[in-house]
């Protein structure tokens, strides 16, 4: 495809349901990137991908947030149980090599899935 | 307190006119810096890298003062579409991870 592209664009989750939210990168890139952007607020690291390798999952903010990339190239990001406080877009980002923007390397957001849990 | 500090803004201001944004960082291990812009409901984009020489991509102009780990951009000559909502962004090293400011909102009006 032409860019990143995240699925759903929208998501209303009753307090307590699960939730799955899908990133397919760019073609051929091999970091991916989770970030979590809450209303007002700038983009806030999640975790990291490099193939499907999970490199760094520490801005995961609890337990119940967990994510995959199984074969290096779609990802998903599950949220279990979710709470009022998770309501934020989450964003996919993927860069051709690793580095993600360190090292100038340019990073490719996808619009992302904005969450609403009620 | 924040990693990155923006003021929220908005900078209202009219279409030719001259704007300029601050914005702070408070570790001195940040190596990398850049500029992204984000529409209203859109996803954020690279607007420029910040080298520590100061540089310029047309109507805009991008500064780092190490010394007191602040960063600015300028824009020149607003136009309509300049507005939109600016993020200060940082690295350390050659980490992947990006931090964000929590960005400054810029409304150019006719």
């Known amino acids: 495809g032409a860019g990143v592209s995240q699925s759903p664009r929208y998501k209303v989750a009753k307090r307590g349901q699960d939730v799955a939210l899908r990133c397919d990168p760019i073609s051929g890139h091999v970091s991916l990137f989770w970030y979590q952007q809450a209303l007002g607020q700038g983009p806030e690291f999640l975790t990291y991908f490099q193939n499907e390798a999970q490199l760094d999952k520490s801005g995961l903010p609890s337990d119940r947030f967990f994510a995959e990339r199984p074969e290096g190239s779609v990802s998903t990001l599950k949220i279990q149980r979710t709470q009022q406080e998770d309501s934020a877009v989450y964003l996919c980002?993927?860069?051709?090599?690793?580095?993600?923007?360190?090292?100038?390397?340019?990073?490719?957001f996808g619009s992302g899935t904005q969450l609403s849990v009620l | 307190r924040k990693e990155v500090e923006q003021d929220p803004g908005p900078f209202n201001v009219p279409e030719g006119a001259t704007v300029a944004f601050n914005c702070t960082y408070s570790?001195?291990?940040?190596?990398?810096f850049f500029w992204y812009r984000q529409d209203c409901r859109k996803e954020p984009k690279l607007l420029m890298s910040?080298?520590?020489s100061g540089n310029e991509d047309g109507r805009f102009t991008a500064q780092l003062n190490r010394a007191s780990q602040y960063i600015s951009l300028l824009i020149r000559d607003s136009k309509l579409s300049d507005s939109a909502t600016y993020l200060c962004?940082?690295?350390?090293?050659?980490?992947?991870?990006?931090?964000f400011g929590s960005g400054t909102r810029l409304l150019v009006r006719p």
């Open positions: 570790n001195s291990a940040s190596q990398s």
């Open positions: 910040v080298y520590s």
């Open positions: 962004v940082v690295s350390h090293g050659s980490s992947y991870k990006l931090i």
């Open positions: 980002a993927s860069s051709l090599i690793g580095g993600g923007g360190g090292g100038g390397e340019k990073l490719f």
